[in-house]
């Protein structure tokens, strides 16, 4: 059974740090692609960013570019978010989810999502 499970969210004033883990258990797919996705109350899921089991490529929406981070660490299975600078316009609950085959395509392609973590940005 495929699980990701996030952490590292927080409350954190603007201007802040955090970073976020997806740790991955539970499948053996060659190629895959891990996302983080943000959900504020009231708003549509929206992507975040991306990475490429394959070739490591990665991906982030323009909101958060030059502020955000993501790696992975494949010995641990486990995919980082790393966020600096951070806005209020930032806190939401932010998901991990996994789409094969690596594509970072939308949402809709990504069949297995973490529970989420919460982040508050405060001003």
């Known amino acids: 059974e495929v699980q990701l499970v996030e952490s590292g969210g927080g409350l954190v004033q603007a201007g802040g740090s955090l970073r976020l883990s997806c740790a991955a258990s539970g499948f053996t797919f060659d190629d895959y692609a891990i996302g983080w996705f943000r959900q504020a109350p009231g708003k549509e899921r929206e992507g975040v960013s991306c990475i490429s089991s394959s070739n490591n490529n990665t991906y982030y929406a323009d909101s958060v570019k030059g502020r955000f981070t993501i790696s992975s660490d494949n010995a641990k299975n486990t995919v980082y978010l790393q966020m600096n600078s951070l806005k209020p316009e930032d806190t939401a609950v932010y998901y991990c989810?996994?789409?094969?085959?690596?594509?970072?395509?939308?949402?809709?392609?990504?069949?297995?999502w973490g529970q989420g973590t919460q982040v508050t940005v405060s001003s």
């Open positions: 989810a996994l789409e094969r085959p690596g594509l970072c395509g939308p949402l809709r392609l990504y069949e297995y």
